[in-house]
């Protein structure tokens, strides 16, 4: 299992993926607004940036697939979605002249929802993750109850590097946790702070064991997951969510703390 966190956006998620998740809210409020008749539930969203330095610049192309009604034109689907939806979610500065505007590249998209692509089990794990900025195990979180690592794991991944990112040990810090079967503590934890560390990784990796227990049964009783939270994580992604538990930054003080 793997848990990824960075500074580059308030939420400790990489941008790129951060911003797909707000074009998707977007849509969605716009769309029960009544802002205009043609929106329909089903919706996709990606968007790349360039990086210089390590620095996210400037966003190279956005895409955005919509489910609309029959009668609505193709030009009336782009110029709202450009004006109302993207250039309100991302900041004026993060565009230029290139930027590409993808908008229904496949043509009508009338036909959504489960009649025109069904499925659900796995769901889309790299869109609940990390958009493949950070890595993933493998492992999808849907179906699965707390007491599976593969779920739980990845949460409390997640919770350790946040932790990592807020107390400045590092800039970007990659979790990676293996297990086992029917052994409760992990094989290997490594800490991978891709060049950022304030401190060498390994003094993160063994601060990190000090104040964190990652034994299964231990991740579900520090962070509370035998309770009815998960419908918050059916959409826009299971991570970068204030409210979810494995999002808080409550452990810093303590985490300085063990690395010194």
């Not at 500074?7 to 716009?30: C, D, Q, S, W, Y």
């Not at 297990?179 to 992990?186: D, R, S, T, V, W």
Request: hydrophobic share 40%.
């Amino acid at each position: 299992m793997f848990g990824y966190a960075c500074n580059e956006t308030p939420e400790m998620m990489p941008t790129a993926i951060m911003f797909a998740h707000r074009l998707g809210r977007e849509l969605t409020k716009v769309r029960k607004a009544g802002v205009v008749s043609w929106l329909r539930p089903d919706a996709k969203s990606q968007v790349s940036i360039r990086y210089e330095s390590d620095k996210p610049v400037v966003v190279e192309n956005v895409v955005i697939s919509t489910q609309h009604t029959a009668d609505v034109k193709h030009a009336d689907i782009r110029d709202f979605l450009i004006e109302y939806v993207i250039k309100k979610v991302i900041p004026a500065a993060m565009l230029d002249k290139n930027t590409k505007f993808l908008i229904n590249p496949t043509g009508r998209f009338v036909v959504g929802g489960p009649e025109g692509d069904s499925g659900l089990t796995g769901r889309k794990i790299i869109v609940d993750t990390y958009g493949g900025w950070g890595r993933h195990g493998g492992g999808a979180f849907s179906g699965k109850d707390p007491s599976k690592v593969d779920r739980s794991a990845a949460y409390m991944c997640r919770w350790v590097a946040k932790n990592v990112v807020a107390s400045g040990l590092a800039e970007i810090c990659e979790l990676q946790v293996a297990y086992a079967i029917g052994y409760p503590e992990p094989v290997s934890i490594w800490i991978d702070s891709m060049g950022t560390g304030k401190v060498p990784d390994d003094v993160i990796a063994r601060a990190v064991e000090k104040v964190f227990s990652f034994k299964p049964a231990s991740i579900v009783k520090q962070l509370d997951l035998l309770r009815p939270i998960y419908r918050q994580t059916t959409n826009y992604g299971h991570f970068g969510k204030p409210e979810l538990p494995w999002e808080q930054t409550n452990r810093t003080a303590e985490l300085l703390a063990a690395a010194r």
